[in-house]
């Protein structure tokens, strides 16, 4: 089983930390991914 291998030092892999270096990018980043843009035609709308 793959999840088992080198159980007993397992521990001791530290976990990824990841620092933020451009705050306003960053800032713009979770701004956009709330954002919806919907493109409908003009046939459409006439339909």
């Given amino acids: 089983m793959p999840y ?3 159980e ?3 521990h ?3 976990k990824a930390r990841y ?3 451009n705050w ?3 800032d ?3 701004r956009r991914r709330g954002d919806l843009t919907i493109w409908v035609t003009p ?3 006439a339909a």
């Fill in 12 to 14: 001791r892999i530290p």
């Fill in 28 to 30: 713009a980043a979770l």
């Fill in 43 to 45: 046939e459409a709308i």
């Fill in 8 to 10: 007993s030092r397992r």
């Fill in 24 to 26: 306003s990018a960053y």
């Fill in 4 to 6: 088992k291998a080198n």
């Fill in 19 to 21: 620092q933020v270096q």
